[in-house]
T-cell receptor
Framework: GAVVSQHPSWVICKSGTSVKIECRSL??????MFWYRQFPKQSLMLMAT?????????EQGVEKDKFLINHASLTLSTLTVTSAHPEDSSFYIC?????????????FGPGTRLTVL | GQSLEQPSEVTAVEGAIVQINCTYQ??????LSWYQQHDGGAPTFLSY????GLEETGRFSSFLSRSDSYGYLLLQELQMKDSASYFC??????????FGTGTRLTVIP
């Protein structure tokens, strides 16, 4: 079946540094990928929609200059958290829509746990 | 605005049946999906209802009533491994899914 991978699976960084998270669709092409953030015991909050070859669409309240998204190919989208602060510590999950067995399914990556010290 | 209601927690006995209800209010509606998420893991797709009625996938079934903006997930023959959070997610158009806070299911022996 369709698989989405993320790298790294977890990262610890110092406050003020930048962290890049990669999201790859392994066996299908994804013109659109979605980035979510999830705080402990809370829901998945959509941060932005990443479109291949064009600018990402950010949800209200999400700073586009802080969360840089690049979707350079049909299988790769990256999220860079710039000048990270402890409040950015969260579980970041990407997802893509895959066409499998004639049905359209949303596939999620395994997530990246970011801890900012 | 958009809103979604699910029970926050449900506890059920192994082998039993449990129903998780979901009512939603969205600006657009393109079907209702259900996802399972274990602690520390990513959501995995369980079921999708585009039309009214019941969809059955093994031990899991999902129901949708578009006129009532209501759906439910039915889990039968509960197993310990079913302990997880369950999210209903209405599709709101342009490939978007709207997630609520989820229902934490605890299966006890």
């Amino acid at each position: 079946g369709a698989v989405v991978s993320q790298h790294p699976s977890w990262v610890i960084c110092k406050s003020g540094t930048s962290v890049k998270i990669e999201c790859r669709s392994l066996d299908f092409q994804a013109t659109t990928m979605f980035w979510y953030r999830q705080f402990p015991k809370q829901s998945l909050m959509l941060m932005a929609t990443s479109n291949e070859g064009s600018k990402a669409t950010y949800e209200q309240g999400v700073e586009k200059d802080k969360f840089l998204i690049n979707h350079a190919s049909l299988t790769l989208s990256t999220l860079t958290v710039t000048s990270a602060h402890p409040e950015d510590s969260s579980f970041y999950i990407c997802s893509a829509t895959a066409l499998t067995s004639g049905n359209t399914n949303r596939v999620f990556g395994p997530g990246t746990r970011l801890t900012v010290l | 605005g958009q809103s979604l209601e699910q029970p926050s927690e449900v506890t059920a006995v192994e082998g039993a049946i449990v129903q998780i209800n979901c009512t939603y209010q969205t600006s657009g509606f393109y079907g209702l999906s259900w996802y399972q998420q274990h602690d520390g893991g990513a959501p995995t797709f369980l079921s999708y209802n585009a039309l009214d009625g019941l969809e059955e996938t093994g031990r899991f079934s999902s129901f949708l009533s578009r006129s009532d903006s209501y759906g439910y997930l039915l889990l039968q023959e509960l197993q310990m491994k079913d302990s997880a959070s369950y999210f209903c997610a209405p599709g709101t158009g342009a490939n978007n899914l709207f997630f609520g806070t989820g229902t934490r299911l605890t299966v006890i022996p």
